[in-house]
């Protein structure tokens, strides 16, 4: 199994943080949390789709990934009620 990322799909245009520190997008709002494998050759850029099949093109990738130790979901806690229910079922599965 290739490299997974999570990534934010972000509001157009920017408006306040839905997580005031650290999170991504530089003040934009995060509007859905997706899965992402890697790129073609590649472990550390995410591929061009999201597993539910969006374009990656306007998301940021969190800073961790889920292969990482010390996760307990493939989502950041703080964005639980955001996650995109097709990438997490196929992460589940």
Known sequence: ????????ELDQPPTARSVPDGAPGEGRTVRRVHAAHAAPGTSTTPGPRTLCGKDTFAMDPAE??????????????????????????????
């Open 64 to 93: 961790r990934k889920p292969s990482e130790p010390a996760r307990t979901s493939w989502y950041p806690p703080a964005y639980a009620g955001l996650v995109c229910a097709q990438c997490d079922a196929v992460m589940e599965a």
């Open 1 to 8: 199994m290739s490299e997974i990322f999570v990534m934010y």
